[in-house]
């Protein structure tokens, strides 16, 4: 989406019982691949386990655990992590741990 630039996206937990401090955030991956915050952090609902984008980078989706939960963000056009699009009410399992764009970008699996 970013011809010739790179970003990095991470997600991050305190994971510590009874703190709450979740967050995604990108970075500008820099000439021998220094890192840098581009844009700000993003609080999440839930401690993360696994991120992924679409082929296109236009949505990033966030899996969570406990309890079984995805949500999705959009990717703005300068390639920082944008709103929270809101989802139904979907069934996720149990025990959600990974979410995956199918080939066709138009749906994931977890």
Same mark, same amino acid.
């Given at each position: 989406?970013?011809?010739?630039?790179? +970003? @990095?996206?991470? !997600? !991050?937990?305190?994971?510590?019982?009874?703190?709450?401090?979740?967050?995604?955030?990108? +970075?500008?991956? /820099?000439? /021998? /691949?220094?890192?840098?915050?581009?844009?700000?952090?993003?609080?999440?609902?839930?401690?993360?386990?696994?991120?992924? @984008?679409?082929?296109?980078? &236009? +949505? @990033?989706?966030?899996?969570?655990?406990?309890?079984?939960?995805?949500?999705?963000? &959009?990717?703005?056009?300068?390639?920082?992590?944008?709103?929270?699009?809101?989802?139904?009410? @979907?069934?996720? /399992?149990?025990?959600?741990?990974?979410? &995956? +764009?199918?080939?066709?970008?138009?749906?994931?699996? &977890?």
């Amino acid at each position: 989406a970013w011809p010739g630039v790179c +970003f @990095l996206y991470v !997600a !991050a937990s305190s994971n510590q019982p009874g703190i709450d401090d979740h967050c995604v955030q990108a +970075f500008h991956v /820099g000439a /021998g /691949g220094a890192l840098t915050p581009h844009g700000p952090l993003v609080k999440l609902r839930q401690r993360p386990v696994h991120i992924t @984008l679409d082929a296109k980078s &236009r +949505f @990033l989706v966030t899996a969570y655990n406990i309890p079984s939960n995805i949500s999705v963000h &959009r990717i703005n056009s300068d390639g920082t992590v944008g709103e929270e699009i809101a989802q139904p009410v @979907l069934d996720t /399992g149990i025990y959600g741990h990974q979410v &995956r +764009f199918t080939p066709s970008g138009r749906s994931v699996v &977890r």
